[in-house]
């Protein structure tokens, strides 16, 4: 392992979610990569969003919060430009090796991670107030 990769792994912490003998290689691949990472990139998925919202969606904070969840959920499928973003700030703190493990079943853990990144985003919708953008 290069001092990149150790770095990266002692940086991110340990795995995030049980992982057992029966987990699939996408549910280790997870917990113990995708989980730390998006927990790690937190302040700066969040300090994305409020870029898109201002410049895309300048009425977010008028919204209620069940369109503010669709608009997060939106922004995240359906915005390719974004959604490749985000991933971007994901896919940066990987191994090596992780990055070979990645390619190998891109499509499915791409789905992962921008599940997984839509609900952490939801679930701090609130951090999504006017009076917090500064």
């Known amino acids: 392992m290069d001092q990149r ?8 912490g340990e795995a995030i979610g049980s992982v057992s003998t029966q987990s699939s290689a ?23 969003f409020h870029n898109y919202i201002s410049k895309y ?3 977010f ?11 997060i959920e939106n922004a995240i499928q359906k915005d390719i430009k974004f959604r ?9 703190l990987f191994t090596v090796d992780e990055y070979l493990l990645y390619i190998r079943n891109s499509s499915n853990l791409n789905k992962r991670m921008m ?6 985003l939801k679930n701090q919708v609130q951090l999504f107030d ?5």
Do not use: H, W
């Not at 904070?61 to 608009?71: A, P």
């Not at 599940?115 to 952490?120: A, Q, S, T, Y």
């Open 130 to 134: 006017q009076s917090l953008v500064g």
């Open 5 to 12: 990769d150790r770095f990266l792994s002692e940086f991110r």
């Open 57 to 59: 969606k300048r009425d």
């Open 61 to 71: 904070y008028t919204l209620s919060v069940e369109k503010k969840l669709t608009i």
């Open 115 to 120: 599940n997984m990144l839509i609900e952490r």
């Open 26 to 48: 996408d549910e280790i691949f997870q917990n113990e990569v995708l989980r730390p990472i998006l927990k790690l990139q937190n302040d700066l998925f969040i300090a994305s």
């Open 84 to 92: 490749n973003a985000l991933k971007g700030m994901i896919i940066a």
